[in-house]
């Protein structure tokens, strides 16, 4: 059956004007942008202006630690952080990591091959089901075993529908060594790549429960499913171009620019061909500059504060200063091209986004696998989450929606 594309829209076109009184809240949006209170979690936070709503440097909380704090430790740490709610012993430490390494290590010889990696990395989450032996359970204790079954495969899965063929863990190696020496088809890695391969798995692990993926989390574990669908669920969210998948977007944009601006040193020209962006005369077309800008963060994003401090290490080994220069300055002049063509002085800052694709680059990881890693660190966020919406939710997750059809009002308490 094929319909025009407009007979489809006109079908669902809203008529007239929707009544003030419905107060509807597009997005679960306030008017002014600010996000509606849906539910509380211990899990992480983020901030981005004081109790009076005045900007701030952005800080990020996992459950209740500085991400600041956190830097130094390791990614395995922050998992063990996240799901039971402190830091591990040492002999945690080595109990987790073994049993992560064990359930990585579980028969596994088919490869879905085709297609897009996060699309099969869902399947696979969702095929994983029919190997459990209590796939339904909603005991907590049955829950974490799920959800360490599936943080302990995704290493494994990203770099198998990498390479086309079932790749195998060292359980001597941290999930960030594994993966680079996966991803390459060997060992050839060095400390500071290792370092920065898990600094960005710490970075992308929580951001708190108002972003999407974590929200659809919530929602769908409030219905009562199982933990493998609530997972798929997050993945599905993530890959979107407005939420994880932002940051090919900025590959492509920088791409453009190095190509377009021959002195990526001179301010004057970069400032002109942002402008050229923003005005859609250049990019794609949207006029955004992508990674510039987030939701919640305003004077800074606390995570790409600590990339850049990280980042310019590997940069110099790497001989590409000049082009992560090329980023600081974007990021400089962003503000001022967005005052200059829009006449908004709104206060914004590059988020993790901006540099996240830049330093995958440098670690020589393709672009098809970026958003793959960022859900293989997002996982021990998505899975604390599941755990807290069993813990402490109880009702599930329905907001209201106005009927046009009707001739009365029921937008506060739904049907």
Not at 105 to 115: A, D, E, V, Y
Not at 135 to 161: K, N, T
Not at 254 to 278: C, F, G, H, P, R
Not at 337 to 344: Q, R
């Amino acid at each position: 059956m094929r319909v025009h594309a407009e007979k489809i829209r006109a079908a669902y076109k809203h008529e007239g004007e929707i009544p003030s009184a419905c107060d509807l809240k597009r997005g679960l949006r306030n008017a002014d942008g600010s996000g509606i209170v849906v539910g509380v979690t211990s899990v992480g936070d983020a901030y981005g202006v004081d109790g009076d709503g005045n900007p701030i440097e952005g800080r990020l909380y996992y459950r209740n630690i500085n991400i600041r704090k956190l830097v130094d430790r390791s990614f395995e740490e922050v998992i063990c952080l996240l799901l039971l709610g402190h830091l591990p012993s040492a002999d945690e430490l080595a109990i987790l990591k073994k049993d992560l390494m064990d359930l990585a290590s579980l028969p596994w010889t088919s490869i879905n091959k085709g297609g897009n990696i996060m699309n099969k990395l869902a399947a696979a989450v969702l095929g994983f089901y029919q190997h459990d032996e209590k796939p339904d359970s909603q005991d907590l204790e049955d829950v974490l075993r799920h959800c360490l079954s599936l943080i302990g495969r995704f290493p494994v899965w990203v770099a198998s529908f990498y390479r086309g063929e079932v790749q195998k863990i060292n359980p001597k190696l941290s999930i960030a060594e594994n993966l680079l020496c996966m991803i390459r088809g060997g060992s050839d890695y060095t400390k500071a790549e290792a370092k920065l391969l898990d600094l960005a798995l710490i970075l992308h692990a929580e951001h708190g429960g108002g972003n999407n993926s974590a929200f659809v989390v919530h929602t769908l574990a409030s219905s009562g499913t199982d933990t493998f669908s609530v997972i798929a669920g997050g993945i599905c969210s993530l890959k979107g171009p407005k939420h994880g998948g932002a940051n090919a977007a900025v590959c492509i944009m920088m791409d453009e620019i190095k190509s377009n601006v021959k002195d990526w040193s001179d301010s004057d020209a970069v400032y002109q061909y942002l402008a050229k962006i923003m005005r859609k005369e250049a990019g794609d077309g949207s006029g955004l500059i992508y990674g510039i800008g987030h939701a919640v963060y305003t004077l800074s994003d606390p995570r790409t504060v600590i990339f850049k401090k990280y980042a310019q290490e590997l940069a110099r080994e790497k001989g590409m200063l000049d082009e992560l220069q090329l980023y600081m300055l974007v990021e400089e002049l962003a503000p001022k091209v967005f005052l200059d063509v829009k006449g908004s002085s709104k206060v914004m800052c590059a988020n993790i986004d901006f540099y996240s694709g830049f330093l995958y680059r440098m670690l020589g990881i393709p672009e098809e696998l970026v958003l793959p890693l960022f859900a293989t660190a997002r996982i021990a966020g998505w899975s604390a989450h599941r755990i807290d919406e069993l813990v402490n939710g109880g009702r599930i997750i329905r907001p209201s929606f106005w009927d046009q059809s009707r001739k009365y009002i029921k937008c506060k308490c739904g049907v």
